[in-house]
């Protein structure tokens, strides 16, 4: 017979082994996703100013879509694969169906309403009337795109949800690379201009969902027929996950915003640095970003289970993997923050300031880490309201009020230490968050019969 000990380190390994299988092909998405963006831009910022112009004031829009999105994502993960692990198959099919046609129906919607309004929302945010043909242009593909990048994803989420992170990673890199592909011929070749970014992304976009929906079908993950059966308490279920998800999304923008004012009280060249800085932070945590999506599905079965112990510890071996790589990545910085900080800002003045930001900050990125972890795993507990505190807590008390503080006693320097100490305590009260709200979930039903 097995000892007690020994079988909870066979199941920690058998957790690892899992966690890295679900976690390495959305690192490859992401990465992928990273490049086609940068690249994109590359190509856009070729065609002149006006064409980035409307790419920047396209920006806002397209954040509300992501939002949107990824709350109606999330619910997707939490929820099928909760009932996935209840052993309730047959309703996680259905409700794979009702969250397809409401998303895409959700999303069809916002993108009419967005053509129809373009011109007083483009007003708003400040654009001026040469702009309006090139938004007639570029907004009436990459509409039709968002709605078709909205139809893909809820493809992606129900894959996640059934424990498949392969077939969301192949796809987000191979439309990434479709699209990168497809960028000049389009922009260039066809002589679209901006126009030809748009079809670029409709086309690899609608080549993912024929790729991804019929594995889906195949396996039988996804049904119709019986998808609006106690429809109301379905969407009340999925709103319930999906609007404090969203809200968490444009948490970050706003926080964001604030502490770029803060930041532009000490010039023009800190503002540069920081923006670099948070380049940088954001290729720092690209593990962390892949493992809050391949740890939910993960959650959520073990949740539907009832396997709470297996919960505890796939969070604790998630929470150490990143303790150990985000120091070891933040070392790396620092030995070679000079040579990372010249080849990013080429500037010296903003360069010593870049190099400044990259020795005091990243070693709080694991706090970070653990911090976005925990809300990930909220969301697959359907305690996403908790998870919104979570995020709110970490930005709004936290990090914000911290910036601040250290920019008033210490400049510059101060601030960016405050931004360290900021990311630390957030991962530090997470925790002791998180605990509550596991505890309370324990007692929670899963959606009704």
């Known amino acids: 017979m097995t000892s007690a000990p020994e079988q909870t380190i066979s199941n920690k390994k058998e957790q690892f082994i899992e966690l890295a299988k679900m976690t390495w092909p959305m690192l490859i998405g992401i990465v992928s996703l990273m490049s086609f963006q940068l ?3 590359v190509f856009i910022a070729r065609l002149g100013v006006e064409p980035l112009a409307v790419v920047g004031f396209t920006i806002p829009i397209y954040q509300l879509f992501i939002g ?5 994502g999330i619910a997707t993960t939490a929820l099928i694969s909760q009932l996935i692990g209840a052993r309730e198959d047959c309703k996680a099919r259905d409700l794979a169906g009702l969250i397809v046609i409401i998303g895409s129906a959700c999303f069809a919607f916002l ?3 967005t053509w129809l309004f373009r011109y007083p929302i483009i007003r708003v945010l400040g ?3 040469e702009l309006m043909p090139f938004i007639d242009a570029f907004w009436a593909v990459w509409l039709v795109g968002a709605f078709a990048g909205g139809f893909l994803y809820f493809g992606y989420s129900i894959a996640r949800a059934n424990g498949n992170t ?3 990673g192949l796809g987000m890199a191979g439309t990434s690379l479709l699209n990168i592909a497809l960028d000049p011929i389009f922009i260039f070749t066809f002589d679209l201009g901006l126009a030809g970014a748009a079809w670029a992304t409709l086309c690899s976009f609608s080549i993912g969902c024929l790729f991804v929906y019929p594995f889906i079908l195949k396996k039988n993950w996804l049904h119709f027929s019986d998808a609006f059966e106690n429809a109301i308490e379905k969407i009340k279920q999925i709103l319930a996950v999906a609007l404090p998800a969203m809200t968490s999304q444009l948490l970050p923008a706003l926080s964001s915003m604030l502490a770029t004012m803060l930041v532009a009280q000490h010039g023009t060249e800190s503002v540069a640095a920081w923006g670099l800085g948070i380049r940088v ?6 593990l962390v970003l892949a493992m809050t999506m391949s740890l939910p599905p993960m959650i959520g079965k073990s949740y539907g289970a009832k396997n709470f112990d297996d919960i505890q510890i796939l969070l604790k071996l998630a929470v150490k993997t990143i303790i150990a790589w985000q120091l070891l990545l933040a070392l790396i910085l620092v030995l070679f923050d000079s040579s990372i900080s010249h080849a990013l800002a080429g500037n010296e003045d903003i360069a010593s300031l870049l190099a400044l930001y990259i020795v005091i900050i990243p070693f709080s990125y694991a706090f970070l880490g653990i911090c976005m972890v925990l809300v ?7 305690r996403a309201m908790d998870g919104l505190k979570i995020s709110f807590a970490r930005l709004f008390i936290c990090y914000l009020p911290c910036l601040f503080i250290g920019s008033v006693f210490g400049d510059l320097m101060g601030l960016m230490i405050g931004a360290a100490v900021g990311n630390v305590l957030a991962g530090i009260i997470s925790i002791w968050m998180f605990k509550s709200s596991f505890r309370k979930a324990k007692t929670r039903r899963l959606l009704p019969p």
């Open 111 to 113: 993108a009419v309403l």
């Open 39 to 41: 690249v994109d831009s």
């Open 166 to 168: 392969l077939i969301p």
């Open 127 to 129: 654009a001026t009337k």
């Open 68 to 72: 949107i999105q990824v709350g109606i």
């Open 376 to 382: 990930s795993a909220a969301n697959a507990i359907s």
């Open 281 to 286: 932070e954001f290729f720092s945590i690209i």
